[in-house]
């Protein structure tokens, strides 16, 4: 019989059956960090996550949320590009890479929320638009971890040619 501390829940606070807990798969990207939104039943060995809808029984294991919108992966929980200033965030990320605030309004990139296939869910990214003529041609999209993709059936050209 697995035991909750298997799937990550600890620290159940409360006595008797009906108790509570942080979540281990929203928790750590709320700004409420110490947020019980855990309802564990220690009788029924189930629980259910009233912020990201994770439920599941120490008998058949975790299930995903009733609600997909709200469930996402445990890997993405912190997104990089997405904090409290997230502008600020991006320019910092591209200053250390020795790109200038300059170069990056010039070449009008931005940050957005966009599915990727390799994670396979919405996540944050930052689009690099491909111009030629003023034109936008493809964008190109990378997310936190170094994932990348274009525009489906756009056409492939070389990044700053206008710039
Ligand atoms: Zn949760």
Not at 29 to 41: D, E, F, I, M, T
């Amino acid at each position: 019989m697995k035991t909750f501390a298997d799937f990550g829940i600890t620290d159940l606070k409360g006595a008797g059956v009906e108790r509570v807990s942080t979540c281990p798969q929203c928790s750590s990207a709320r700004k409420n960090k110490r947020a019980k939104c855990l309802s564990v039943n220690t009788e029924k060995g189930c629980w259910n996550c009233h912020h990201c809808g994770w439920a599941g029984t120490l008998k058949q294991g975790a299930e995903h949320s009733s609600n997909p919108y709200l469930w996402k992966p445990k890997t993405y929980t912190k997104p990089i590009f997405i904090p409290k200033d997230p502008e600020a965030q991006m320019l910092e990320w591209f200053a250390q890479r020795g790109i200038s605030e300059a170069v990056v309004r010039r070449n009008q990139i931005r940050r957005d929320v966009v599915y990727m296939p390799q994670p396979e869910t919405e996540v944050p990214v930052i689009c690099f638009p491909f111009f030629r003529g003023g034109q936008v041609v493809n964008v190109k999209y990378r997310d936190k971890d170094k994932n990348f993709r274009g525009v489906g059936g756009a056409e492939r050209i070389f990044f700053g040619l206008d710039d």
